[in-house]
């Protein structure tokens, strides 16, 4: 089966630690994105990628940083600097970046105490 | 600034009824494309329809349907014999390209209970 995995599905950190959150893709897409999504609201954008080697801040990028070694695998790191990351976070992936419908995995739950 | 309002915070039916979900956006573009996603309790974001903005005939996906009215920037969500299985967040999105880079909008969303 195709699609987007993110794990964990649940994470809980301390303050002042980063943490790192996976997101795969077996669609062999070439643009992945990173969004928050906080009650109430809509998604933001954290980061994107359009090309392996390749990524662009979105609206939020502050206190976060991203990879993209490999077509399939875009991790997000969360860092000490982000200063709310209590957030629930969604991956997802494009045939290219475009006018394209965005594939989304079933998000991660980061918790910080 | 290009934004996309949702002026429902929740909506509830009952079961086999038929549901409407407004959706406006604000932009100068001709070109974009507008999406309407849902979001079940999993949180599992799942697309449920898209239209072009240069087609004129509104988009349909089974008791899915949209109506487009792009001089007036609205994009609404028809649910037609709604089911439990419908209850969930939805979302608007609107994308076009802006500053050299495809950029995906997202209204606050609607949250739609079906009531049996």
């Known amino acids: 089966d195709g699609g987007i995995t993110q794990s964990p599905k649940y994470l809980f950190r301390k303050e002042g630690q980063n943490v790192t959150l996976s997101c795969e893709q077996n669609?062999?897409?070439?643009?992945m994105y990173w969004y928050r999504q906080d009650p109430g609201q809509g998604l933001r954008l954290i980061y994107y990628s359009q090309i392996v080697n390749d990524f662009q801040k979105g609206d939020i990028a502050e206190g976060y940083s991203v990879s993209r070694e490999k077509k399939e695998s875009f991790p997000l790191t969360v860092t000490s600097a982000q200063k709310n990351p209590t957030a629930f976070y969604l991956c997802?992936?494009?045939?290219?970046?475009?006018?394209?419908?965005?594939?989304f995995g079933p998000g991660t739950r980061l918790t910080v105490t | 600034a290009q934004t996309v309002t949702q002026s429902q915070p929740e909506m509830s039916v009952q079961e086999a009824e038929t549901v409407t979900l407004s959706c406006t956006y604000d932009t100068s573009e001709n070109n974009y494309y507008l999406f309407w996603y849902k979001q079940p309790p999993s949180r599992q974001m799942i697309l449920v329809i898209r239209q072009e903005a240069y087609k004129q005939q509104n988009a349909t996906e089974n008791r899915f349907s949209v109506n487009f009215q792009k001089a007036a920037k609205s994009f609404s969500l028809k649910i037609s014999d709604s089911q439990l299985g419908d209850t969930a967040m939805y979302f608007c999105a609107f994308m076009n390209w802006v500053d050299s880079n495809y950029q995906l909008i997202w209204g606050a969303g609607t949250k739609l209970i079906i009531k049996p």
């Open positions: 669609l062999n897409h070439d643009a």
């Open positions: 997802a992936s494009s045939i290219s970046a475009g006018y394209y419908e965005q594939y």
